[in-house]
């Protein structure tokens, strides 16, 4: 996204900067993501919100896959991962934060 066409030309092939700039985008971008789905929450239930969590995930994943990436950068949905692929690790990352957010809405208890 941020280093444009050339940078997806060659997606099969491993390049260290494109690979450095992807996951420094990946990584703000599920900062923003996860921030929106705490905006978002509306239960303090830790079942709900892991529950919660992996439908986020899920839902962003049908976005991004059907909606976005065919109209802003079609070589990566064409050439990316398989939709399947990219699914499993949209429900184990929204997962993964329900899980977080549930553990850190839990009371801390003092050790005597």
Not at 64 to 83: A, I, R, T
């Amino acid at each position: 996204m941020v280093m444009g066409r050339a940078a997806v030309a060659n997606i099969l092939e491993f390049d260290t900067v494109s690979f450095i700039v992807g996951l420094l985008v990946l990584l703000i971008l599920t900062s923003l993501l996860g921030l929106v789905f705490t905006l978002l929450l509306r239960t303090n239930q830790s079942g709900r919100m892991i529950l919660a969590g992996s439908f986020y995930g899920l839902i962003v994943w049908a976005l991004l896959q059907y909606f976005v990436l065919p109209l802003l950068f079609p070589l990566v949905s064409d050439k990316g991962f398989p939709p399947f692929w990219c699914a499993v690790a949209f429900a184990i990352y929204g997962l993964a934060l329900g899980a977080l957010l549930a553990n850190r809405s839990k009371p801390l208890h003092r050790i005597s």
